[in-house]
């Protein structure tokens, strides 16, 4: 297997199922993949059909910073490990974010690794043998000259599906 094969991209997507509400019932967005389940059980179906390697998930446009893993059923933390993903949240989106509801949300989503809502970018940097993804963040967006800065790590190793911090 070349290097070329070893991390394969996904679609733009965000396919990890995210629930807002800690405790029954589940809450989701129906402007997201969660609205749209069905073709979220497609796409990832059609990686575990086509055993698609470590496939790794790189979107945004949120608002809000997460890592996942992707699960073959998000409903069962037992089941397997398909993939990671990575969401990066806004560096320009006006408000400063919080750190607020972290805890709330990784109780509701055990696939979840990360989730923030401070503004910032993801930097990535993969090669044949690890994906390794920072997390960039900067407190205050309303003032200039916030200082930026590494607010977790996190690495998909090649023949390992799923994410663990680096």
Not at 31 to 38: I, T
Not at 55 to 71: E, N
Not at 112 to 128: H, I, N, P, S, T
Request: glycine share 8%; hydrophobic share 35%; aromatic share 8%.
């Amino acid at each position: 297997m070349s290097s070329r094969q070893r991390f394969t991209p996904a679609s733009h997507a965000r396919p990890a199922q995210r629930d807002s509400d800690p405790g029954p019932p589940q809450r989701f967005s129906m402007d997201a993949w969660d609205g749209y389940k069905a073709g979220r059980d497609r796409l990832l179906a059609h990686v575990q059909t086509r055993r698609v390697p470590n496939p790794v998930v790189l979107t945004g446009d949120v608002h809000r910073s997460w890592v996942a893993d992707l699960k073959a059923d998000f409903d069962d933390p037992a089941s397997a490990t398909i993939g990671s993903e990575f969401v990066g949240s806004s560096i320009a989106t006006t408000g400063d974010g919080t750190a607020e509801n972290q805890d709330a949300m990784l109780a509701a989503n055990p696939h979840l690794k990360f989730f923030e809502d401070q503004r910032g970018y993801m930097r990535c940097e993969l090669d044949a043998e690890r994906w390794r993804t920072d997390v960039r963040v900067v407190p205050v967006v309303s003032r200039p000259g916030s200082a930026i800065a590494t607010s977790a790590s996190f690495a998909v190793v090649n023949g390992a599906p799923g994410v663990q911090p680096a």
